[in-house]
């Protein structure tokens, strides 16, 4: 599972939008990533001071996606959810056979 990012590269890149609710009400981006040459790419901000809040968004990112994978039919919410959980859990044990970078942090 830990194999390098399987993905097509994008030249140029491309980025997502803004969440429509930031640009109306404002906000703080704390996470972005990138795939770059099979690799994780990441800005970030440590904002929390309680560390375990990145394990709720990090919770909360994983049952979007799951959502986003069942509206497109490639999976129900379940199982993707439980796909991700294992990923998840084993690509925390293990070291990556990836290159990742953490961009600055601010």
């Not at 830990?2 to 906000?27: C, I, M, N």
């Not at 990441?42 to 001071?49: C, E, S």
Request: net charge negative.
């Amino acid at each position: 599972m830990s194999a390098p990012f399987d993905h097509k590269p994008a030249v140029p890149y491309q980025a997502l939008q803004v969440p429509p609710a930031a640009l109306e009400r404002g906000g703080l981006e704390v996470l972005r990533c990138a795939v770059i040459d099979d690799g994780l790419h990441v800005t970030l901000r440590p904002v929390f001071d309680d560390t375990r809040m990145w394990g709720r968004v990090l919770a909360d990112v994983a049952r979007q996606l799951a959502h986003a994978y069942a509206h497109q039919e490639r999976g129900n919410v379940a199982d993707v959810i439980a796909s991700i959980r294992l990923a998840f859990d084993h690509d925390l044990n293990v070291p990556p056979e990836s290159h990742s970078e953490v961009g600055p942090l601010t």
